[in-house]
């Protein structure tokens, strides 16, 4: 007879923590650093307080975004349009979302995955990933150096593949993973 571990029953603590011991450790390898060379420890620090007074903001921002996206935005919303029966509809908000998105890709992930979690489909979180490659205020520079016909093909095939990435995305996350790597072996 299996009895559950004392683990199992901790349930929401063990990540916190895990944070205090990553913590720790990241405070005792600055600790040791700074005996070792304290010079280029403080320069460490100094670069990484100046990174993180750089990222706040937009960590903000993301937070702000996440708190009014949970606020109007609710799971039935995100079934109809970006849900598993969306279809063509869904592939287009997503792949018009990752076109006009704005920021550093990172910002975008916990929203993802809340969204994810209230039923977006994996196929539209791979293609709004994917056609964060096609940058609108760039189009013009790649026109200047690149052409009108090379930018427009170029700008298609990424908007195609990202709907196609998608879709060969949720393929292998549905189970169909198994089935390939029994044919590789």
């Known amino acids: ?16 923590a895990s944070l205090f011991i990553f913590l720790a450790v990241v405070a005792a390898l600055y600790g040791l650093a700074f005996l070792l060379a304290p010079e280029r420890s403080i320069h460490a620090l100094h670069f990484g307080l100046k990174m993180l007074s750089r990222l706040a903001p937009i960590l903000m921002l993301v ?24 279809g063509l509809k869904g592939f287009l908000i997503a792949i018009v979302s990752g076109i006009i998105s704005m920021g550093p890709i990172y910002a975008w992930y916990g929203m993802l995955k809340d969204f994810h979690k209230k039923g977006m489909r994996p196929a539209l979180v791979a293609a709004f990933l994917y056609s964060r490659s096609v940058k609108l205020p760039l189009l013009p520079l790649m026109v200047y150096y690149f052409g009108t016909v090379y930018t427009l093909v170029l700008s298609f095939y990424l908007v195609l593949f990202s709907a196609a990435n998608g879709l ?7 189970g169909k993973k198994a089935e390939i790597a029994r044919r590789i072996d």
């Open 63 to 86: 937070c702000l975004l996440m708190f009014l996206l949970n606020l109007f935005i609710k799971p039935d919303w995100i079934q109809k349009h970006v849900g598993h029966d969306s």
């Open 168 to 174: 060969l995305t949720e393929w292998l996350a549905s």
């Open 1 to 16: 007879m299996m009895t559950s571990s004392p683990q199992k029953k901790k349930g929401k603590k063990q990540p916190v």
